[in-house]
C-alpha cells in the first residue's frame, strides 16, 4: 500500500461547478500538506501549503486537512477550463532528516467550457 | 527572478548509453531534491542535497544512478548503461531550506526515452 492515495481521475466538470480533489495517506508524522498543480508536459506549480490540521483559503481554492482521518482535501470554486491540469497532493514528514515530498499519484481534471 | 532550469529538455538514449541531466535551481536555494516522474504517475523522491552535501540518496533505484552538486549549486544527475525502465521525466527541484524547507519549485523536467 503506498503512503499517500489519490484517485486519478480523470474528473471532467462543466466552466464553474466547484471541484474537489482528495488523498488519504497512513504515515501520521507527515505535518506539512502541499497542493501541485501540474500542466501537460510542466513542472509541477505549488499551489497552496497547509500546516498540520485545519482550512486555507487562497482565491477560489481552499485547502483542508483533517489528521484525525488522515484525509486531505482540495477545493477550487468557479472553476476554469484553465483549470485544467494534473493536481498532486504531497506531504512531508518535517522531523525527518529529508524534507523530501511523499506524493499523490495525481488527479487529471478537465474543465469543460 | 529565474526559476529552475533544466537541461535537456528532452533526451533519447539508446539502451547502454550513458546519459547526463543538468539542473540550475533558483540562486541562493541551499536545497536541491531530484525526482523521477513516471506516466501517470507522480513524481518520486530519488536524492537530496543540502550545498554541495549529498544527505539522502535512498531513491536511486540502482548503482547506475549518480547525483552530483560540487560546488552547491548546479546539479547533474548522471545515468550510467541506460535501460528501458529509465524512460521517465526526471524533475529537479530547489528549496530555501531552513524555515522555508518545505516549499519545493519545480523545473520543468528532463523527458528520458530510452529506446
Known amino acids: 500500500q503506498k503512503e499517500v492515495e489519490q484517485d486519478p481521475g480523470p474528473l471532467s466538470v462543466p466552466e464553474g461547478a466547484i471541484v474537489s480533489l482528495n488523498c488519504t495517506y497512513s504515515n501520521s508524522a507527515f505535518q506539512y500538506f502541499m497542493w501541485y498543480r501540474q500542466y501537460s508536459r510542466k513542472g509541477p506549480e505549488l499551489l497552496m501549503y497547509t500546516y498540520s490540521s485545519g482550512n486555507k483559503e487562497d482565491g477560489r481554492f481552499t485547502a483542508q486537512v483533517d489528521k484525525s482521518s488522515k484525509y486531505i482535501s482540495l477545493f477550487i470554486r468557479d472553476s476554469q477550463p484553465s483549470d485544467s491540469a494534473t493536481y498532486l497532493c504531497a506531504m512531508i514528514d518535517y522531523g525527518g532528516a529529508t524534507n523530501k515530498l511523499i506524493f499523490g499519484t495525481g488527479t487529471l481534471l478537465a474543465v469543460q467550457p | 527572478g529565474a526559476g529552475v532550469s533544466q537541461s535537456p529538455r528532452y533526451k533519447v538514449a539508446k539502451r547502454g548509453q550513458d546519459v547526463a541531466l543538468r539542473c540550475d535551481p533558483i540562486?541562493?536555494?541551499?536545497?536541491l531534491f531530484w525526482y523521477q516522474q513516471a506516466l501517470g504517475q507522480g513524481p518520486e523522491f530519488l536524492t537530496y542535497f543540502q550545498n554541495e552535501a549529498q544527505l539522502d540518496k535512498s531513491g536511486l533505484p540502482s548503482d547506475r544512478f549518480f547525483a552530483e552538486r560540487p560546488e552547491g549549486s548546479v546539479s547533474t544527475l548522471k545515468i550510467q548503461r541506460t535501460q528501458q525502465e529509465d524512460s521517465a521525466v526526471y524533475l529537479c527541484?530547489?528549496?530555501?531550506?531552513?524555515?522555508?524547507?518545505?516549499?519545493?519549485?519545480f523545473g520543468p523536467g528532463t523527458r528520458l526515452t530510452v529506446t
Open positions: 540562486s541562493g536555494h541551499v536545497s
Open positions: 527541484a530547489s528549496s530555501p531550506g531552513g524555515g522555508k524547507g518545505y516549499e519545493q519549485y
